[in-house]
């Protein structure tokens, strides 16, 4: 039985593709944060206690306008809303070898890519999994934004951009096997991205910030889902 | 009065990870409700479909390399690879693409 338990190096292997991803978005962001006046080591400061993309490039803005504590306390809840909403659904599928201490430790590393890979998981979280996915790309994050703080642009930009992508395939990874099997899943899918489309380019959503974005569109789509495609209790497993 | 890097990077973080921690150690009951469950089963899948669509279009250099990059990732997924060989794909397609962009 112990043996089936999610391993920690199990962790560290699916963890791979997410910190290959954030290794791009994050020499970005250290880039940004220096071409706007941050020192570097601010820069990999800001990665290394916040570990989210949306909430750091939100926030260096407020920095460098000067903004007010609680205007920056104010964006970085509206933004980060939505990892409430993965830790209480993440909440519902730990180990129960996850005890409060080991709660407390791995709630830092609930980034929206560390979720989905382990609520997609067909087994229970364990605490060595979750330290074992999160390592990699809290190690990626860091030292993308030293990298870019330092060294600005040492990569030649096609191989860069190219690099943005792989968060992305790694989401349709994600994905797409279940919303194979379930019809449920696959309008989940088709709803939210419908409807994220919708506020990215129906001019009368500008104002709509890209984390309060994925909120909205998390809220209607789930709730749609569990709607109009209810799960057998035999489907639960 | 001046406000310290140092201090913008502490309500940052402070309410960043207050955010992740709270429900995650708040929870521990085993949620009875139908809805509620289907509803944080869906989650996961509702936020990356709104986290990848229209996004991955604007991941890259240009939309066309992003398409044939989205293209490469999602036969693969099709065909029930893992996510590094899928992102992979993706990145490749991506590359190839905008190299033969650039050679046109």
Redesign the interface.
């Known amino acids: 039985m112990n043996s089936d338990k999610l391993t920690f190096k199990e962790g560290l292997?699916?963890g791979?593709?997410i910190g290959?991803?954030y290794l791009s978005v994050s020499f970005s962001f250290g880039i940004a944060a220096v071409s706007q006046g941050?020192?570097w080591f601010?820069a990999t400061?800001?990665s290394m206690?916040?570990?989210?993309s949306a909430?750091?490039v939100a926030?260096l803005s407020?920095?460098t306008a000067?903004g007010?504590?609680l205007e920056?306390?104010l964006a970085?809840?509206i933004i980060?809303?939505?990892?409430?909403?993965?830790?209480?659904?993440?909440?519902?599928k730990l180990d129960a070898s996850f005890t409060?201490p080991h709660?407390?430790l791995?709630?830092?590393g609930?980034t929206?890519e560390i979720?989905?890979?382990s609520?997609?998981k067909p087994k229970d979280v364990t605490p060595q999994y979750m330290y074992g996915l999160i390592l990699l790309p809290f190690i990626c994050w860091s030292s993308g934004t030293l990298l870019g703080g330092i060294v600005g642009s040492i990569l030649p930009?096609?191989?860069c951009?190219?690099?943005?992508?792989?968060?992305?395939?790694?989401?349709?990874?994600?994905?797409?096997?279940?919303?194979?099997k379930s019809i449920?899943?696959f309008v989940?899918?088709?709803?939210?991205?419908?409807?994220?489309?919708c506020l990215?380019?129906i001019p009368i959503f500008e104002s709509v910030s890209s984390g309060f974005?994925?909120i909205i569109?998390?809220?209607?789509?789930?709730?749609a889902?569990?709607?109009f495609?209810?799960?057998k209790e035999a489907d639960?497993q | 009065m001046?406000?310290s890097?140092a201090?913008?990077?502490a309500?940052?973080?402070g309410?960043?990870?207050l955010?992740?921690?709270?429900?995650?150690?708040i929870?521990?009951k085993?949620?009875k409700s139908?809805?509620?469950?289907?509803?944080?089963?869906?989650?996961?899948?509702?936020?990356?479909?709104?986290?990848?669509?229209?996004?991955?279009f604007f991941?890259?250099?240009n939309v066309v390399?992003?398409v044939a990059?989205?293209a490469a990732?999602?036969v693969?997924?099709?065909k029930?690879?893992?996510?590094?060989?899928?992102?992979?794909?993706?990145?490749?397609?991506?590359?190839v693409t905008?190299?033969v962009l650039?050679l046109i």
């Open positions: 292997k699916d791979i593709p290959l991803g941050l020192p601010a400061l800001i206690t916040n570990l989210t909430g750091q926030g407020i920095i000067a007010t504590l920056m306390a970085q809840l980060n809303m939505r990892y409430a909403l993965m830790s209480l659904s993440l909440s519902q409060t709660r407390f791995a709630a830092f609930i929206d979720f989905a890979v609520a997609g930009e096609m191989l951009s190219a690099l943005g992508i792989a968060i992305y395939g790694m989401f349709v990874a994600i994905f797409i096997p279940p919303a194979r449920g899943v989940t899918v088709v709803i939210s991205a419908a409807m994220s489309c990215e380019f974005a994925i569109c998390t809220l209607a789509a789930a709730a889902g569990a709607v495609f209810p799960r639960e | 001046k406000i890097i201090a913008y990077i309500v940052m973080a309410v960043t990870y955010i992740r921690m709270l429900p995650f150690v929870f521990r085993k949620i139908r809805f509620v469950k289907d509803f944080l089963y869906y989650v996961p899948y509702a936020v990356l479909g709104a986290m990848t669509i229209p996004a991955v991941s890259t250099g390399s992003a990059g989205l990732a999602l693969l997924a099709f029930g690879k893992g996510l590094l060989p899928v992102a992979a794909a993706g990145c490749i397609g991506a590359f905008e190299l650039t």
